[in-house]
């Protein structure tokens, strides 16, 4: 005999949320894009103009960054930083090695861990290309302290390549959660498009 289903669609992220999940998105695959080529063509004609689209990608991504930690300290609720703090949650995953049995409206738990570590990572990027930027192209805000300080390639170079790979690992496992999500028939992938997600009335809880 089948039950009667209680999931319901209910909108909880709200459109700058979603556009600045989508700027920053987008600016991180122009970046790695832009890298990508510019190394391909190292020497060649078109390196410069691909390097100086690689830093204005930067700036893109750095006012995405800037705009959503201000966003996460005054927006709505699924918005805030407080949305993706579950210490409670990610104690007793660990502690007993298993997911959440319930659902919430808003970011999930776990899933909150990669994003945190996520944005972190990404201000290592954008720290770190900065510098780079200055010190190696005289260009950006920090062109005007840092534009002679030759030595800052072989400080930030490190840090900014292994931010790359980092950022890398987490979009593929971002990509394979997914998948994995629309495999399960969980309607996830499209909250990002129409700020809705369909959630189980009887199983949900609420946010903290």
């Not at 409670?88 to 409206?105: C, E």
């Amino acid at each position: 005999m089948s039950h009667p289903t209680t999931i319901q669609a209910r909108r909880v992220y709200d459109p700058l949320l979603r556009l600045l999940h989508w700027a920053i998105a987008l600016s991180i695959l122009a970046l790695i894009a832009t890298s990508q080529l510019a190394e391909l063509f190292e020497h060649g004609p078109y390196e410069d103009t691909l390097w100086n689209l690689h830093i204005v990608s930067g700036y893109v991504l750095t006012a995405g960054l800037l705009t959503r930690l201000l966003w996460g300290l005054v927006g709505p609720a699924s918005a805030r930083w407080r949305d993706l703090w579950h210490p409670a949650v990610w104690k007793d995953s660990l502690k007993n090695l298993r997911l959440p049995g319930t659902h919430r409206s808003g970011h999930d738990p776990i899933a909150s861990l990669g994003y945190l570590f996520a944005y972190g990572v990404m201000a290592l990027m954008v720290v770190t290309g900065l510098g780079l930027a200055a010190s190696e192209f005289q260009t950006g805000p920090l062109a005007a302290w840092l534009g002679n300080a030759g030595w800052l390639e072989d400080v930030l170079g490190d840090p900014h390549e292994a931010g790359f790979a980092l950022l890398l690992g987490f979009i593929g496992l971002h990509m394979a959660a997914l998948v994995f999500h629309q495999w399960r028939g969980e309607r996830v992938a499209q909250s990002m498009f129409t700020g809705k997600q369909y959630l189980d009335a009887e199983n949900e809880v609420q946010h903290d």
